[in-house]
């Protein structure tokens, strides 16, 4: 389907002022590991339970491609004892964290196009980490920035923004003028850094868009929407079942206490290689199959916007793209300094890479994740 008359006209980014070198994460992670080992010597002496193995920055880095990850709060990451971020509870009349991210995405992209808060119809929160159910985060978000008309929260993992894009398309066409979508993500809180095969493979950042209908005048780099394609088929090797029904589990006994009966096995799990088996198919298949349909040859794919989870799943998807060895310029990596970050890994790649291209030059933003869940989004450069 062809989008006549829509525009990406500008995105934001906030970045976390803490970076966590792979170095750094293992050494955390090898010191728990051995304090784990220390404690449980005799349950594993006798077999009842198996040690624990330390990991090391280079296998993270062979594995992934990730050498370091921004995020919120470093302190109780890198702390052996507690494995994960500190982020102190906020009073109800205080604006969220998550909000505050995406207010701090959001109001850069508001620059960046020069867009006040009276020019946006309405906000969409597209990420894989709410921090609650209700109130929406993006009618906090909405409020904090000063936007009148609507707010919504979706949630589609990691391919949320190639989603929100093709929502904010649906309310252009009904009547909208502008909507910014947001991507706000504290992936380092679903995170159980005490697991060596997925310790590493998160980080936080914001990312935003403003979608627009074309009618108007551009201010700055602008991009044409040709089409979007989404796809979903359900799958269990990506989860996160920490939720509301949690606490409901429990057969007997009073409500426990949060901190004493917190079920890592309830955080983010998944099967790699079951995972990288399905997806790096579905979702080449479904950018070339969409390229195809509207008569675009893969040669004049100048940029492909992945998203970035692995580095060798986007290698790949790339190589069933253009039939061959894609170059760094045409499938552009930030996951080696952002790690994965969800929904806003595609758009981190196309908001730092693409002021090299020129008017006319098409590229194709993609993100794709749990669900299994994907989009592609074909724009190409108008001003």
């Known amino acids: 389907m062809t989008e006549a008359g829509v525009r990406i006209a500008s995105t934001g980014l906030y970045t976390p002022p803490h970076s966590i070198s792979n170095a750094e994460l293992v050494a955390a992670f090898n010191d728990y590991v051995a304090l784990f080992n220390a404690e449980n010597s005799a349950a594993i002496a006798s077999g009842a339970i198996e040690a624990l193995q330390p990991s090391s920055a280079e296998f993270v880095e062979k594995a992934s491609g990730i050498k370091s990850r921004y995020v919120v709060d470093k302190k109780g990451i890198l702390d052996p004892g507690r494995m994960a971020p500190m982020i102190p509870a906020r009073r109800d009349e205080d604006l969220s964290i998550v909000a505050e991210i995406g207010v701090a995405a959001a109001k850069d992209a508001m620059k960046r196009g020069d867009f006040s808060p009276g020019d946006i119809d309405g906000v969409i929160c597209a990420a894989s980490n709410m921090q609650r159910a209700y109130p929406a985060m993006a009618v906090e978000i909405q409020a904090a920035l000063g936007v009148e008309g609507f707010a919504f929260d979706m949630n589609v993992a990691c391919a949320s923004a190639a989603f929100g894009i093709e929502t904010a398309l649906g309310l252009i066409r009904a009547g909208s003028s502008r909507i910014l979508m947001v991507n706000p993500e504290i992936c380092t809180a679903h995170l159980n850094f005490r697991n060596r095969d997925c310790h590493f493979i998160f980080g936080d950042v914001a990312t935003a868009v403003i979608v627009e209908s074309a009618d108007g005048a551009a201010s700055g780099q602008t991009w044409d ?10 799958s269990n090797n990506i989860r996160n079942n920490y939720g509301f029904i949690n606490h409901c589990e429990r057969e007997t006994g ?11 096995d309830k955080l983010f799990v998944q ?7 399905d997806v790096v198919p579905m979702v080449g298949e479904m950018i070339s199959s969409h390229l195809a349909d509207n008569n675009i040859g893969a040669d004049d794919v100048k940029r492909l916007w992945l998203h970035q989870a692995n580095l060798s799943m986007n290698e790949l998807i790339a190589k069933r793209v253009y039939g061959r060895e894609a170059t760094r310029a045409e499938a552009p990596n930030i996951l080696d300094e952002y790690a994965n970050t969800s929904s806003a890994g595609s758009i981190i790649a196309f908001h730092k890479h693409r002021s090299d291209l020129n008017i006319g030059d098409i590229g194709v933003i993609s993100g794709f994740g749990a669900g299994y869940s994907a989009g592609s989004v074909i724009v190409r450069r108008a001003s």
């Not at 099967?271 to 088996?277: A, N, P």
Request: glycine share 4%; charged share 25%; no cysteine.
């Open 254 to 264: 009073s409500p426990a206490d949060p901190q004493s009966s917190f079920d890592t």
């Open 225 to 234: 929407i040709v089409s979007t394609r989404l796809k979903t088929v359900y």
């Open 271 to 277: 099967q790699g290689r079951r995972v990288f088996k």
